[in-house]
């Protein structure tokens, strides 16, 4: 299985990343550092100094460069080298690392591991209310032993939630619900509709229906490429008038660690109209979500990726389900995107470097 | 190396099946999940949903279907999907995961691994001695990272008493006992017999030997393919009448896991008619016997299965000893029942299914 | 990649091989057992009874040979198998395991994994100030989880004290002082000079420079093949007369545990004519040196491994310095040995008694 490479995907929240102390995570199986520069822009760096491969993770920050932790070398934001401390201090001509486009937007920094030209012409997706300015917000990050696609999977097909949420997400109503999916080529959308529902008192507390009334709930996914996905959840008490509707968004952005591990990060936000119910609402929504997500999807995803081993999903002729309709969409606009990314470069340093192997620097001697 | 398919396997102790909580466990390779229907009858079922591969022994036993707990369909014990609670409700012809024949007794639940059309004609081994009705039994499992063949030569040579067990269960005596060794092309018999032998502290008093007198043992061993063996244990005082021997009689049943791994199940039992004394005896001795097995046999196999890593036995060239003769005639044995096991089907679960790969049932859809 | 295996490496620390307990290590990805026989002369045999594999080093010595702990056969210091405790007691002619050369000095046993007829015209590489006669010495292990030559670099560039090191052994007057490296086709010299430095306390400490004074400092690191190493450290208060230089001699030798882990003997001896100063100089200096050797070293070595993975180093086009001129002088001198090194004689067992294989010896039989 390939990656996509020419594609924003989420590297870090925008807090995990400093200008103190490299941060170091591999994402789309390569390892990267993340630090800021003076300006406090984020930097994404190859984390493997070209010199003997340390990681400059380990190094520090001097003068927005990153010091080499081996021998002191310095790379700019660039990733060009910008100091040697030995002997004349001239700088080979091979010495840097690459150097990968990033943006800093909905709390999170983005990062382009494609071809880097491409990079600028391609907007960011929109997760609007993720603005800190208008949203409170909430985050929260699990490492998932299993490929992104079955997150993706898991998340498309919100049916799982009376099996393997019945005591916090699920109810029986929901799953004996109507469904609806259709996609752009591009976009998938997934609607999930019940009405008449006994909400889990989690749900129910968080959207204000009092307890033991019933309500009308969609659940609306928004997917789109590489595994950028947004819920809405809407809500209504059962023949309450549609203003009283309460409506949470949360984004769900999945970036591949391996092609067997995923790096989930999970953001909810609430409009800062809603003053301090919304603030407080957002933290214990992150709390309450959080718990089934890595107590009961993560082991449910890591049992599938186990099962699955090193094979191809369609290899393993999964029985096709009317549930799966939007996970399928999104493998099959997937699938063809991988296909046509013919412009992502070569993805293994060494190759990216070999026109200087066995050709040694003329700085060697004596 | 290739595993025997269309033969009977110990798959659990009765005791560890229940109709309550399905139970897991790899069996030559692929997971089981067993579990009692609503008549008690153990079944077991490829412990994987054919729909996204999750662990069906995590989910829960309904009406005595077993309930996927990602999505919630549900099997019948014969494997069939019976319902699926979303949509239309239609189950795709595919949904069904493969059922493994099984039956229950000597205080096991065996499974046949192999073509389903061939396990009715075939009878399990004989085990009297672990019937119920007429013996008290006693049980111990030990899950050993070695070959289940490592474990059948240890059996087949327990000239190995008087060095791996030097304060159990050995004797300088019996290491320099007579040693036959026979077969019927199918069966294997070894015999060791040592006279005059100062027996351990433990076997003594199993047997009934007074301490500090000399008695007379012999250890008659058979196995059964796949591996499945008796160990029959005779023990006299030296020179006392014939009728005062004691017996004792245990089986040692070896399924793998893997290849570099094996189930080993131990029982062992005394006649009722013993009455409390054998009530006793039966749980002293499987106390007795598991510490030795558990702290000097399994770390031995363990180390024999490093050495060998993923290489064939016979490339390893190992000396051959007179010892070995039992062992190497069971090596025999199974080499050919494997060669002519051509009646098992293919064991991977994506092959079965692959006529289905590709061609996504109706039912998916918008 | 391969070994060299005609050359004389360091198995193990004298004291730690007796003539009780037979001592297990692997070297050169073989596991090979370390004892002393009658005449306390250090044995080493391959860690693998050649009839069921059993490790030889959990075995017993009795009379000067090694038995093993599943059957019972004994093995002389020859490697021949002397005593087959079972059935007419007749010695198959494949029952023996390969000895391996040894020498013991400078306070280590070596080993010879080559052609044993080679090793005997081999003089062991000269560590004179490790002689116990006239020096007190000291010693620390390390084991590593990185190739011998990446250790093997780490000691031939210094320039890392300042940066790996800055608390210990660095300073940035070091790292900017004169470099120069050499070679005779077979060894290596690196030399380091630093003028006017101001010495960390732990160095300035071991070799009397008092406190806030500046000193002069010369590093000398000499390489041989397969990877033994000598670091002679001369320093003297700056201005003061050369006869007040004190010199600190250490050896660092690497033997490889596999392609990917390296056994790290460190050895350091300061002459008995110092007195009990130099006595407990010995014991403070290993404990200051081996804190940053496991602290800040072996960390850094193995992300170096795993950043290599499985990949020719050369093959990771390195950058090149004019601080990695003796590693790579080093690397070559290394790379004509292996490709010159014919004489070593098939490395795996198997091979070796492959003459036997399907061949079951005469003695097997009921």
Not at 208 to 233: I, N, Q, Y
Not at 310 to 316: C, L, S
Not at 322 to 341: P, Q, T
């Amino acid at each position: 299985m390939a990656f996509l490479y020419n594609a924003w995907y989420v590297a870090a929240f925008s807090k995990e990343v400093t200008a103190q102390s490299p941060f170091s995570r591999m994402l789309l199986d390569r390892p990267v550092v993340l630090y800021r520069d003076g300006s406090g822009a984020a930097v994404a760096l190859d984390d493997r100094c070209p010199h003997r491969f340390a990681p400059l993770s380990r190094g520090r920050v001097v003068d927005g460069a990153l010091e080499c932790p081996y021998h002191g070398l310095r790379f700019a934001s660039t990733g060009k080298c910008i100091f040697n401390p030995h002997g004349d201090g001239r700088i080979p001509s091979a010495a840097g690392v690459r150097r990968y486009p990033t943006r800093e937007r909905y709390g999170a920094i983005w990062i382009w591991p494609g071809n880097p030209e491409l990079a600028d012409a391609v907007p960011l997706r929109e997760f609007g209310f993720l603005e800190p300015e208008q949203y409170f917000t909430g985050e929260g990050y699990l490492l998932t032993g299993a490929n992104y696609q079955l997150s993706a999977d898991n998340l498309l097909d919100l049916s799982h939630f009376q099996y393997l949420h019945p005591n916090t997400l699920g109810s029986d109503t929901l799953a004996r619900g109507t469904l609806q999916s259709s996609d752009d080529g591009e976009k998938v959308w997934v609607c999930r509709q019940a009405s008449a529902e006994l909400l889990q008192p989690f749900v129910a507390q968080g959207f204000g229906v009092s307890p033991g009334k019933r309500a009308d709930r969609e659940l609306h996914v928004r997917w789109e490429p590489p595994g950028l996905l947004t819920v809405m959840v809407r809500v209504r008490e059962t023949d309450a008038p549609p203003e009283t509707t309460r409506v949470g968004m949360s984004a769900h952005w999945l970036t591949p660690e391996t092609e067997s591990s995923t790096h989930y990060f999970f953001a909810l936000g609430l409009p800062r109209e809603m003053g301090e119910e919304g603030r407080t609402l957002v933290q214990s929504s992150v709390e309450g979500l959080m718990a089934p997500f890595r107590d009961e999807d993560l082991p449910m995803l890591e049992a599938q990726q186990r099962a699955i081993g090193t094979r191809d999903f369609w290899a393993m002729a999964p029985v096709m389900l009317s549930i799966d309709a939007g996970a399928i969409r999104s493998r099959r606009i997937m699938e063809r995107l991988i296909a046509s990314d013919g412009a992502a470069f070569d993805t293994d340093l060494s190759g990216v470097l070999r026109g200087v192997a066995g050709r040694p620097d003329r700085e060697v001697g004596p």
